[in-house]
């Protein structure tokens, strides 16, 4: 997309730490103050959607006007929804900065911010006019931050790619120093494989559900520990590693390939503890999950590295039995 097909006015959302580190590299792109919002996760909330009301309200941002988010996911979620619903929807182009957004929040088009009850829970749908995604900007990426990310990549290789996730096992090194060349490989193909699935499923109804391979018990247990242990990509990789013990029990999935992706996660660097939670908050925690749908958990079973399916007769035993393999109490 060349800068001059954006609509005229582009107000750029970021928070204070992704601007000081990279605010010069949009200096030019407009002339508006950029709308900076608390840096966090517990600011991603109505409050701060109102600050950039606020602040486009004060500047007179009329419908010829698009909001640039530059950020992690938490900027691209929040200035989305302002961008949804400003004006009844103006376009926002989406500049992730963190792994995570470029792989997997910057695509797709959900758009939202928690609510006090539940994460994410007040959204839209609305997709960004463009996703700009530079692998240069995750060189001053934190490198817990970056390897948080980069669990969601290997889970596109689980679910979608073979090649992928060989991939990530021969270049970790190298993908660790952020060789750009590198990145930006691994990058493309992931939202290659999100946008496809986005494609043919906006709203998750069937083929979007590969995408929460691993986040049953991901999200369960980022709950359980009231989001403060994990980031989430961490709490997706133990989820990844449950779901390969529930498949290999049921003899949905090879034991090489459990161990590959074992192999893979270790090397990776290590993950926060999980003996002293147990297997019974994990189910509990899952019954209360968005994913259960009329009482039903859709569950996504990997077949083999680069294949899925969903399964809707996992049991609370299968889950428990897979909570212990990777390490929690009975
Ligand atoms: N919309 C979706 O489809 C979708 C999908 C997955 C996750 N999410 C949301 O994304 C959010 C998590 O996003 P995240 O992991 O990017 O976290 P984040 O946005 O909080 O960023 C993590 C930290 O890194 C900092 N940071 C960002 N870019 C940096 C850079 N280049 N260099 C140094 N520091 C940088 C941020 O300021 C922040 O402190 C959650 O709110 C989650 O719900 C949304
Ligand atoms: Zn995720």
Not at 78 to 93: C, K, Q
Request: aromatic fraction near 6%.
């Amino acid at each position: 997309m060349q800068r001059d097909q954006l609509p005229r006015r582009r107000f750029v959302v970021s928070n204070p730490t992704v601007w000081r580190l990279h605010g010069e590299a949009f200096g030019n792109l407009t002339r508006e103050e950029p709308i900076l919002i608390p840096d966090g996760e517990r600011f991603k909330q109505v409050p701060t959607v109102g600050r950039i009301y606020d602040a486009l309200i004060r500047a007179s941002a009329d419908r010829a006007t698009t909001i640039v988010a530059v950020g992690g996911g938490v900027v691209g979620d929040i200035a989305g929804f302002a961008a949804a619903t400003y004006l009844r929807g103006v376009p926002v182009v989406q500049v992730p900065t963190t792994l995570l957004a470029q792989v997997d929040s910057a695509i797709g088009g959900k758009v939202g911010v928690n609510h006090a009850l539940g994460k994410n829970l007040i959204g839209a749908f609305h997709q960004p006019l463009a996703v700009v995604a530079d692998p240069d900007l995750l060189a001053t990426l934190p490198r817990r931050e970056f390897r948080a990310g980069l669990y969601e990549v290997v889970k596109y290789g689980v679910i979608a790619s073979r090649p992928l996730f060989d991939r990530l096992v021969a270049d970790l090194p190298a993908i660790f120093n952020r060789d750009p060349a590198l990145l930006a490989a691994i990058i493309g193909e992931s939202c290659q494989i999100k946008a496809t699935v986005v494609e043919v499923d906006e709203r998750e109804t069937g083929p979007r559900r590969a995408l929460n391979f691993g986040h049953t018990i991901g999200h369960a247990l980022e709950a359980i520990t009231k989001y403060k242990r994990f980031r989430h990509g961490e709490a997706v990789a133990y989820g990844m590693l449950a779901a390969a013990e529930l498949g290999l029990a049921r003899g949905a999935f090879p034991e090489k390939d459990r161990d590959a992706l074992r192999a893979l996660i270790v090397k990776m660097g290590p993950l926060p503890a999980v003996a002293d939670l147990s297997a019974g908050q994990v189910v509990e925690a899952i019954g209360r999950d968005k994913k259960v749908v009329d009482g039903r958990l859709h569950y996504v079973l990997a077949t083999a590295i680069g294949q899925t399916t969903t399964v809707t007769d996992v049991t609370s035993d299968e889950l428990a039995q897979a909570a212990q393999a990777i390490g929690l109490q009975a």
